[in-house]
């Protein structure tokens, strides 16, 4: 367990280290430089072990959240269990537990996670970033967006709050309103966050999106060069609208604890993210100036 950076502040939780699923654009990639692996990020998987947590009530009211900087389900879980470990420690720890996750592996605990959500806040959080199978497949070995989409549907349908999380969105390759038609009717919340490029997978995406979709490297340079935020401005007011069409509530960098009506999901604008870490889920950014 450790104190976590990231928007909604609390515990990180992460049972392996390194990830199979080998995102392209995954930003845990830094974590490399502290484990002595010499092999690609996305090629190896270290098994994470500890002693029993004996006062699960320590972390009574505290966010627990788990995959920050690993996918918890990856398809190696299914062999070593620590997702599923960790989970039955926390059972009755009365912690607020966030899950991230993009596979269906979930679906193997699902009693678990009934039984958790009777004595904790839980969530199931999936990453969405597109419906295009083939668009996926270039970017992660991760499971299906069709298998995502219906684990996402089965926890929900298990009384279990929910969160599509769009992210990160790609410019002019992402389709928020497309994602938001086809899961408003089994989550909770969407989540917005943007592409972030930094460190080195920086020119591998730069590298793909100019050899996939070259009418959109201008776009990119403007975006990740030239630092022109515009197209996420636009984008966010887009959303924004979006939220009002459909009657559902739009909030900044703030995620409440609540089941939304069906229908009718929570829009969460995590855009910008240098503005929202460390902000504790509190609703207020630290702006920077737009435009």
Known sequence: MTKSSAPLG?????????????????????????????????????????????????????KVIIGTVTDGYNPLEERYGKTRRILEELKD???????????????????????????????????VNTLDEAFKEDMDAASGIAARLEAMKQVYEAGIRTVCFIS?????????????????????????????????FKKTVMDYIGEKYPALVPLYDEIYNKRNRSYFELLEQQAAELARRYDCRFVDNETPYERAEPGHPILVDYFY??????????????KKGRG
């Open 10 to 62: 609390g515990y990180a939780v992460n049972p392996y280290v390194g990830c199979p699923h080998a995102c392209r654009y995954c930003y845990a990639s830094f974590m490399k430089r502290f484990t002595g692996h010499t092999e690609a990020w996305g090629s190896f998987l270290d098994v994470k072990n500890w002693p029993p947590i004996t006062n699960p009530r320590r972390y009574a009211g505290q």
């Open 93 to 127: 720890s009365g912690a607020e537990i966030l899950i991230c996750t993009k596979s269906d592996l979930v679906l193997r605990d699902l009693e678990l996670l009934r039984e958790l959500n009777q004595s904790t806040r839980l969530t199931v959080s999936w990453s």
């Open 168 to 200: 990160p969105v790609f410019p002019g390759i992402t389709d928020i309103e497309a994602i938001f038609h086809r899961v408003k009717d089994q989550c909770d919340l969407i989540w917005l966050e943007n592409l972030n490029l930094r460190g080195g």
């Open 273 to 286: 993210h240098e503005e929202v870490r460390g902000t504790e889920n509190t609703g207020v950014r630290k």
